[in-house]
């Protein structure tokens, strides 16, 4: 059994509605792939060294990614180091505007990890639809069932 993990911060809620279709998605392939969800408060280093497959979910906070998720990256980054290389990732954002500032600042620090990303990123603006959450949980069922399939 693969192993996928999901770490999001979520203040108003939007990025939460946005991490639970992604979820729904993930459980689609439960019987192939194990789904640990975190909040990044809570998530630590062995939670990341566990995961065969990472999704990151964040709201954009002044054109960067939550103060909480850019913790968890400070406090696993250096005991990570070398661990984690080639882990497939994938992000997703809820914003007001633009969500392109969090996606740079994640995909910088992911690089620094050795990590790859290996779908788009979801960039949701406004509030939180329908159709975003459709897309959210496009996203968990493509990060679970490539690694069911051994794609990534």
Request: proline share 2%; with cysteine; hydrophobic share 45%.
């Amino acid at each position: 059994m693969k192993q996928l993990l999901l770490i999001f911060h979520s203040q108003t809620g939007r990025t939460r509605r946005l991490a639970e279709a992604v979820a729904t998605g993930v459980a689609e392939l439960a019987d192939d792939v194990e789904l640990r969800v975190r909040e990044a408060r809570a998530a630590t280093l062995d939670d990341l060294l566990w995961a065969q497959g990472l999704l990151l979910g964040t709201p954009e906070n002044f054109g960067y990614m939550s103060g909480a998720l850019k913790d968890f990256m400070d406090r696993t980054y250096y005991p990570a180091e070398g661990k984690t290389i080639g882990l497939p990732y994938a992000v997703f954002i809820s914003c007001e505007n633009d969500g392109r500032g969090a996606v740079s600042a994640i995909e910088r620090i992911a690089t620094g990890y050795g990590w790859r990303q290996v779908a788009a990123a979801l960039i949701c603006r406004g509030d939180i639809t329908s159709d975003h959450e459709a897309e959210a949980h496009e996203l968990g069922q493509t990060l679970a069932a490539g690694l069911a399939l051994g794609l990534f």
